[in-house]
T-cell receptor, first 111, second 111 residues
Framework: NAGVTQTPKFQVLKTGQSMTLQCAQDMNHEYMSWYRQDPGMGLRLIHYSVGAGITDQGEVPNGYNVSRSTTEDFPLRLLSAAPSQTSVYFC??????????FGSGTRLTVV | AQKVTQAQTEISVVEKEDVTLDCVYETRDTTYYLFWYKQPPSGELVFLIRRNSFDEQNEISGRYSWNFQKSTSSFNFTITASQVVDSAVYFCGWGNTPLVFGKGTRLSVIA
């Protein structure tokens, strides 16, 4: 049982490049979310999903896309990276009667 | 819109002091959950507690205790006899799916 696995752990992108942050969980959780963490801003919700095929926007969705084709995977796509997207990204999943379990994070730098 | 406020940005205490971290939330919902997470210097997010809106009983877990008061929309977290290992950023969260966080309180415990 690996929990929530995020890859990569570190990434440097050039402005305008696209990439996908991977998130996978092996706990059969229906609920998954993506957050970004910036200094002084706490954890802000980007997108979330309540099950396969169902996604919705959070507080800061612009510049990001998500899809949920399986229960296990919830990838986050940066369409055209911008320096403002430099951040630490966390993926999380939740069981119905428990709190969210977070991945270890992806530190992204856009230059 | 739901909102979580952690008014204390940073707190510094001397080891063995008690410390309370404040959390105030705004919601019109009658059913909701409240959470606390810990983020130590290593960066991972550690689940501490989940409380539902119908359960106002205080909870104690070792040196940690939580005081939930619906009348004041507060869910405060107290660490008794603080230790250096308690140094971390603590996040209060509201909701279920999705989960919305406050901006966090950085606690420094000095030996």
């Amino acid at each position: 049982n690996a929990g929530v696995t995020q890859t990569p752990k570190f990434q440097v992108l050039k402005t305008g490049q696209s990439m996908t942050l991977q998130c996978a969980q092996d706990m059969n959780h229906e609920y998954m979310s993506w957050y970004r963490q910036d200094p002084g801003m706490g954890l802000r919700l980007i997108h979330y999903s309540v099950g396969a095929g169902i996604t919705d926007q959070g507080e800061v969705p612009n510049g990001y896309n998500v899809s949920r084709s399986t229960t296990e995977d919830f990838p986050l796509r940066l369409l055209s990276a911008a320096p403002s997207q430099t951040s630490v990204y966390f993926c999380a999943s939740r069981a119905p009667s428990y709190g969210y379990t977070f991945g270890s994070g992806t530190r992204l730098t856009v230059v | 819109a739901q909102k979580v406020t952690q008014a204390q940005t940073e707190i510094s205490v001397v080891e063995k002091e008690d410390v309370t971290l404040d959390c105030v939330y705004e919601t019109r919902d009658t059913t909701y959950y409240l959470f606390w997470y810990k983020q130590p210097p290593s960066g991972e997010l550690v689940f501490l507690i989940r409380r539902n809106s119908f359960d106002e009983q205080n909870e104690i877990s070792g040196r940690y205790s939580w005081n939930f008061q619906k009348s004041t929309s507060s869910f405060n977290f107290t660490i008794t006899a603080s230790q250096v290992v308690d140094s971390a950023v603590y996040f209060c969260g509201w909701g279920n799916t999705p989960l919305v966080f406050g901006k966090g309180t950085r606690l420094s415990v000095i030996a």
